[in-house]
């Protein structure tokens, strides 16, 4: 094979797997560091009765994640009573208009002022506010374990938030990890026993595999098979199947949020010179020279990439977020997220 042919395989595979830019030295000092942070990440109580909010959080950053709201856009399947407005009307504690008593209508409901006044009785009508399933989908493939620090911390820290904002506003939160496959699956749940359950679910959470983010939605659907709103918190390098598995879950009427997550190493690469580009899910290495041109070449690939996704979710009404572990996380979630129409 040529060096320029290896190089537009390279390119054009359109990040098939992760491609991590490091020379030999550098990459040794990643490792050592991505080990001590997985050390410190492991001390947290695996235990449900052990776990507490601020595992992941402490007791101010939780008070302000209590001012956000998941929005729910298709309430057609929405379920019981939770803190959705819908069109349908019904009893909670939003008041909506008046309407004529009728016999069998629940008494504590009659405006009893109104009454005196004008010797009628007139029942409050309320807003019927409705439950939404929240199920989160979390990376775990090998590629996840990359970058300082590991954007499996972050993604876990954005999916601890997004589904303590779910448990908050009276939701049901669920999910699972994904990497070839679906993995250790949560089951629905809502209050508090819900929250120690997310966080004993998410910091067992470690990286393995390939990504196969297809198949996983796939089996997703059978698992969770009814709607809601699905937050997927990836890198996305899985050009074979994001599409796709974006697609089913959106023409199975999911409302998706995707959290695109990655490292600032992977998307600014530096004209290092020789250098080792290694596949860490597929477990292969190719060597070339990294100069300038290349690394302009590779930008354009890469943001050709990032154009079709945005392309992909605007056409599917899908909210489509992508940062990097570099941006502060309280940033990212107290800021950032508020860019979509899923939260508020």
């Avoid at 599917?316 to 979630?333: A, C, K």
Wanted: aromatic letters at 10%; a positive charge.
């Amino acid at each position: 094979m040529s060096f320029e042919s290896g190089v537009r395989g390279v390119l054009y595979e359109r990040w098939r797997k992760i491609l991590r830019f490091a020379q030999d030295d550098k990459r040794q000092r990643a490792q050592n560091n991505q080990t001590a942070d997985a050390q410190q990440f492991a001390t947290v109580a695996p235990e449900t009765r052990n776990l507490k909010p601020e595992t992941f959080f402490d007791a101010e950053f939780l008070k302000k994640l209590e001012r956000l709201r998941l929005i729910a856009k298709r309430l057609s399947w929405a379920n019981a009573k939770g803190e959705h407005p819908s069109s349908r009307r019904g009893f909670s504690l939003e008041f909506s208009d008046y309407r004529r008593y009728q016999q069998g209508d629940d008494l504590r409901y009659v405006d009893w002022n109104i009454y005196r006044r004008l010797d009628r009785l007139l029942l409050k009508v309320f807003t019927a506010d409705e439950e939404m399933n929240v199920y989160l989908l979390v990376d775990t493939s090998r590629s996840m374990a990359e970058g300082t620090p590991p954007k499996i911390d972050y993604a876990k820290k954005v999916a601890a938030a997004l589904g303590y904002i779910g448990l908050k506003n009276l939701d049901r939160v669920g999910g699972a990890a994904f990497s070839s496959a679906l993995q250790a699956p949560l089951t629905l749940g809502r209050g508090r026993k819900q929250v120690l359950s997310l966080f004993s679910f998410l910091s067992k959470l470690s990286c393995h595999g390939e990504t196969n983010l297809r198949s996983a939605a796939h089996s997703f659907t059978n698992l969770f098979p009814h709607p809601g709103l699905v937050v997927i918190v990836s890198d996305l390098f899985d050009p074979a199947g994001w599409r796709a598995a974006l697609e089913e879950l959106a023409i199975k009427k999911y409302q998706l949020l995707v959290i695109h997550i990655l490292d600032d190493q992977e998307i600014n690469p530096k004209p290092w010179g020789d250098v080792a580009l290694n596949d860490v899910e597929g477990r292969r290495e190719r060597r070339l020279f990294l100069d300038v041109d290349l690394v302009r070449r590779f930008q354009q690939e890469l943001t050709d990439y990032f154009t079709e996704i945005e392309t992909v979710c605007s056409g599917r009404r899908i909210d489509y977020l992508r940062t990097t572990t570099q941006i502060p996380f309280d940033e990212f979630v107290l800021q950032t997220l508020r860019q979509v129409s899923s939260v508020t």
